[in-house]
């Protein structure tokens, strides 16, 4: 009945902590998460460090298994799949990291990263992989000569616009971003931040997107999902969600971002209230 | 000019630094750092230093605190702390200074903290070294400290490790490490950068409470336009190693006059506007070797001209408020 791209139903992901055969302690780090996904929107995740947004994502790229509940992909339980069909699965989903340079191979240059994923999926021949990893470079903002070059020879920004253009040179649907600009000066995040927005105009991508960071995840998201403790708190239209939020941790994390205007509006109403 | 500024005379200043430069020597050549920063505190005032990654803002700091890496020199320049001039004091001198009169907070408190020693121990022991102060007494007095930085039940949560405390009491230790000897000075650098927002916010309410109650002068350096708006009196504006504005609070967030200042504001995504599309700066800051002619944001500057291949002066845009940017050389 539904058209939702990625269907989260009722996960729950517990880890053993540690304890005895007798006595065992367990986290739950994601609790009973229900959420959806429609194709083409930004879901944003926001939340503080232990809130299981990051387990959240990693179960929704099947790299944890849930506890308890479903995962749907397209329709489909990503755990009860047939391999052709993970396959192709995996096709339709990518992701971002926080710091790429832990998740490039550092003996391998650009060329050789870009073109992996379409050789594990037996894409094109190998002068067509090369065009289509020019074509990605250009596409993320680099000159095709970056194909040459190896990951430390590149800044922090570029290294994510080429773990950006890794993600999306099989042309997925669905791209799942960790922090990808928590490590990058602002200078850099506002160009990459761009970059998403570009990407999912120009190739209609859905994202969804982690962040602590509350300014980025209101910059990119069309609906955002704020989470605590492993619970969804809070989950609407990003609009309505800082500017109107009902929860009232939602409310208390909104407070504590220093934000430039208001902590500025709030300070002279202070120094006015204190000469008064 | 900004209250604080006001009416003071120049013999009062708590931190001086003038015409700083640090440059770093090795096999292949010299990098420098920092060039030719000056740069005030007054006594119980916070003064931020923004700047990104590269900008020499944590070098700048460490220049105060003598403790800069093996490979860095300081070229010319002085420091002079309450009308001290620290670099011509002797390294054991120096090390007096440290924790008497200047304290660091640094951004990794669990990296800073001893993981073998109890907490007790570390925070007292500036009272041992400096003061000669019993263990018993620097242990009761630590105590005292970590109750001063909000931290519940400290008699018991002094007696444990580090690593039983969470990240922002990690950071409350260090800074009641630092205002042990109760010095004129702390320095701060990103303290509060691994933290989540809700613990960020405590942390800056009781750096803003130490110097109501303490009058202690803050040097805080950040790359957070929101905390530098949110705590600070007055602003430095560094990149690529030098200062490209400065002004107080208002005249930074009202009349933001160096286009590096301009884009940084809007580059920012923040909670309460909504932004069509972020102005990003393109490129990156450039390395100490590679700087380019003249003004060293050329490159990236969206608003660059002829002249701009000549390095600009400081030019005065407001009460004290200067930018170094040619297209202020008419004024505001």
């Known amino acids: 009945m539904t058209d939702a791209l990625l269907e989260v139903q009722d996960v729950s992901k ?18 009973h998460v229900t959420l959806d996904v429609q194709p083409g929107e930004t879901l944003g995740i926001v939340g503080e460090s232990g809130s299981g947004k990051s387990t959240l994502l990693r179960l ?4 944890l298994r849930p506890t308890s509940g479903h995962i749907l992909l397209e329709g489909r339980d990503i755990w009860a799949m047939s391999r052709d069909d993970l396959r192709y699965a995996r096709r339709r989903m990518q992701a971002v990291f926080q710091d790429p340079s832990s998740s490039f191979n550092p003996r391998q240059s650009i060329g050789a990263i870009l073109a992996a994923p379409l050789e594990v999926h037996s894409v094109g021949t190998r002068a067509s992989r090369r065009d289509t990893v020019a074509e990605t470079l250009e596409l993320v903002g680099l000159n095709a000569s970056f194909a040459h070059r190896h990951p430390h020879q590149l800044s922090g920004g570029q290294r994510q616009r080429v773990a950006i253009a890794r993600a999306i040179i099989l042309r997925p649907q669905l791209v799942l971003a960790d922090e990808p600009t928590s490590a990058l000066d ?14 999912k105009r120009e190739l209609g991508l859905t994202y969804v997107f982690v962040s602590h960071n509350l300014g980025v995840i209101r910059y990119v998201s069309d609906r955002v999902a704020v989470m605590r403790l492993g619970k969804v708190v809070e989950m609407g239209p990003s609009e309505e969600i800082f500017t109107n939020p009902s929860h009232e941790y ?6 504590a971002v220093p934000d430039p205007e208001l902590a500025w509006r709030r300070r002279r109403e202070a120094a006015a209230a204190a000469e008064a | 000019m900004d209250p604080v500024r006001r009416h003071r005379s120049e013999a009062a200043l708590t931190l001086a630094i003038e015409d700083l430069v640090v440059e770093f020597h090795s096999g292949r050549g010299v990098a420098r ?15 931020g230093l923004i700047g990104e990654s590269g900008s020499g803002k944590t070098l700048t700091a460490l220049s105060v605190l003598g403790l800069l890496p093996g490979n860095a020199r300081i070229v010319t320049g002085t420091i002079r702390l309450s009308g001290q001039s620290l670099l011509d004091l002797s390294e054991a001198r120096r090390r007096e200074t ?7 907070i640094p951004q990794d408190a ?5 993981p073998v020693l109890r907490v007790d121990m570390q925070v007292g022991e500036p009272f041992e070294i400096h003061r000669h102060t019993p263990w018993e007494e620097a242990k009761r007095k630590a105590v005292e400290l970590l109750a001063a930085v909000h931290i519940r039940d400290p008699a018991a949560r002094a007696r444990e490790y580090p690593h039983q405390y969470s990240g922002g009491m990690q950071q409350r230790a260090m800074i009641a490490m630092g205002l042990a000897l109760d010095p004129q000075l702390l320095i701060a650098d990103e303290p509060t950068t691994a933290l989540d927002v809700t613990v960020q916010a405590q942390v800056l309410k009781l750096l803003r409470e130490i110097r109501e109650t303490h009058g202690t002068s803050i040097l805080f350096i950040t790359h957070d336009l929101g905390i530098v708006a949110e705590l600070t009196d007055w602003v430095y504006v560094m990149y690529a190693g030098a200062i490209v504005e400065q002004g107080s609070v208002e005249q930074i967030f009202q009349h933001p006059s160096h286009p590096y200042t301009k884009a940084l504001l809007r580059a920012t995504p923040t909670i309460h506007t909504v932004h069509s599309e972020l102005v990003s700066i393109p490129g990156h800051i450039p390395l100490p070797n590679e700087l380019p002619e003249g003004c060293r944001f050329v490159d990236r500057c969206p ?5 701009c291949s000549e390095e600009p002066p400081d030019f005065e845009v407001g009460a004290g408020h200067t930018a170094r940017c040619w297209r202020c050389e008419a004024g505001p």
């Open chain 1, 14 to 31: 517990v880890f053993a902590t540690g304890g005895t055969v007798w006595s065992r302690t367990e986290l739950t780090a994601v609790d």
């Open chain 2, 33 to 47: 750092v920092v060039d030719h920063v000056s740069l005030t505190v007054w006594p119980g005032e916070i003064v």
């Open chain 1, 186 to 199: 602002v200078s850099v995040q506002a160009q990459i931040l761009n970059l998403f927005k570009a990407m």
């Open chain 2, 110 to 114: 669990l990296r800073a903290l001893n």
């Open chain 1, 60 to 63: 929704i790229l099947r790299l």
């Open chain 2, 303 to 307: 608003v660059r001209f002829e002249r």
């Open chain 1, 250 to 255: 939602t409310k208390a994390l909104l407070d």
């Open chain 2, 98 to 104: 440290r924790g008497e009169r200047v304290a660091f």
